[in-house]
């Protein structure tokens, strides 16, 4: 593929948790708020020390979570794909960064942000193992299992497959419920 941009595995906070907030509002955040805006630091190294300061040094590779910090606001582009995924093997869905990096301190938790347009939005089991890291540039990796020339590619087609056998079918990410008010109107993504 000529002219695609980087193309992401990403994680919606622990379990995916904030997937369905995430894909409501339109955005993929970071739940590392105790380093503060994200922007502020100048190098990887920078944040690696942070982290090393805070209590995610106890829960795993300090530099895992650097790597990904720096590259949410750096590496990360205005037209990457992002692919979401739920543990090591089912994928929530996937849709294209529309913004730089912000910091919203409105926000309760996962405060580092991108707006992101969500495209689709399920529940695919598939046949991979995906890496547990929050986020993966996964750009170049080569597929070896399917006719694709990147593993991406794959990824892509199983959630644009209607025949694919998902979980869950497709919903519209945007809802409008009508009717009186008490009247019961609830929803769930």
Known sequence: LIGFGGVWLYSAGEDSFKWNEFCQKGLMALGYDDLGNLSEFESKEQINEAIKRSDWYKKSNPSNHALANYQFVNDVSIGDIIIVKDGKHSLLGYGFVTSGYFYDDTREDFKSCRSVDWKVSGLWETK??????????????????????????????????????????????????????????????
Do not use: C
Request: proline share 3%; net charge positive; hydrophobic share 35%.
């Open 128 to 189: 991979y193992d995906f890496v547990i890291k929050t986020l993966t540039d996964i750009s170049s990796f080569s597929s070896k299992k399917t006719n694709d020339k990147f593993w991406f590619q794959a990824l892509l087609t199983i959630m644009n497959n209607k025949n694919y056998n998902r979980i869950s079918m497709e919903k519209s990410i945007n809802q409008i419920l009508y009717g009186p008010p008490g009247t019961g109107k609830t929803y769930a993504l």
